[in-house]
């Protein structure tokens, strides 16, 4: 699409980025007002999911109340009261997560269990939930990946792709509304979509629900995964420095191609990913090694 826009003379992409980061309002929101007793607002905020998101009633009410409600909250307290025993049982739930194909030297998977509890999120947030939520959005690991790919993509394309929702000072607004303005008209996105439905009077922007690309994005791996993995031969790179082990790991792709375990689709991604940049990056050290 960037290649076409760019022959009809577009020079510059404006994304949609940081939307859903600032002009959204985290349903752990939920638990806050919950922890707080007010049980009607935490009801009008679920009601505001189930209109904004393509899911059904049963579904947003469920999920509302317990996923983002009182299980939060459960942690919460399970934390607070046995910490060392909670803490541990977290380490070796996120231990036993790790596929069987990973780091299968001992000593090598011993050391990325140890480093579990780097990755584990506070079961206890310092403020509030809703504030954890956002400071999310600007520090995690996954923002700054999202930054510099698109850095490249303009790189190899020419072209200067710009997300003017990442504006320091507009986040800087945002950040300080309040969650029942952003979600104006009982809606999620509000804030924004009066101005888009008078701009835009014939296409229901006011009215519109989430669409959401998990099923696009799993059906995509499915089908054009096994071109890409079979143009790879595979992940020898990843397996000859001790990351995967080889056999395993090729069962395991061959699994996800066939659409079993659907939600670790995004392994297929990033085994594509990270053996091609290792593949690079040790031929690289090989030429320079050598010269």
Not at 58 to 86: E, K, N
Not at 122 to 147: K, S, V, W
Not at 223 to 234: I, M, R, T
Not at 265 to 278: D, M, P, V
Request: charge should be positive; proline fraction near 5%.
């Amino acid at each position: 699409l960037s290649r076409r826009g760019r022959a009809r003379g577009c020079r510059v992409i404006l994304t949609g980025n940081g939307g859903d980061e600032w002009l959204t309002v985290s349903p752990f929101l939920t638990a806050d007002l919950i922890r707080e007793g007010r049980l009607g607002e935490a009801l009008r905020f679920i009601r505001v999911l189930a209109r904004s998101h393509r899911v059904s009633p049963l579904d947003a009410y469920g999920r509302g109340i317990w996923t983002f409600g009182l299980r939060p909250l459960a942690v919460r307290a399970l934390a607070r009261a046995f910490p060392a025993a909670f803490q541990a049982r977290r380490m070796r739930n996120m231990a036993a997560a790790i596929p069987a194909w990973v780091a299968p030297d001992p000593a090598l998977r011993r050391a990325v269990q140890d480093r579990a509890d780097r990755v584990l999120a506070a079961p206890t947030p310092g403020a509030t939930y809703y504030e954890r939520e956002m400071r999310t959005a600007l520090d995690h690991p996954l923002n700054a990946i999202e930054a510099e790919e698109y850095f490249e993509m303009g790189r190899r394309l020419g072209m200067q792709i710009r997300h003017p929702y990442w504006d320091a000072d507009l986040v800087e607004v945002l950040y300080r509304v309040p969650p029942h303005v952003l979600s104006k008209g009982g809606r999620s996105k509000g804030l924004v979509r009066e101005t888009l439905a008078r701009r835009f009077p014939t296409l229901g922007f006011e009215r519109q629900r989430k669409v959401h690309a998990t099923y696009f994005y799993r059906r995509t791996m499915r089908a054009q995964g096994p071109a890409a993995w079979a143009s790879l031969g595979g992940a020898r790179t990843l397996a000859s420095l001790g990351v995967v082990d080889a056999r395993m790991h090729a069962a395991a792709m061959d699994r996800l191609f066939a659409g079993q375990r659907a939600t670790e689709s995004y392994r297929i991604w990033t085994t594509l990913q990270l053996e091609a940049w290792a593949r690079r990056r040790v031929r690289s050290n090989r030429e320079n090694a050598h010269d």
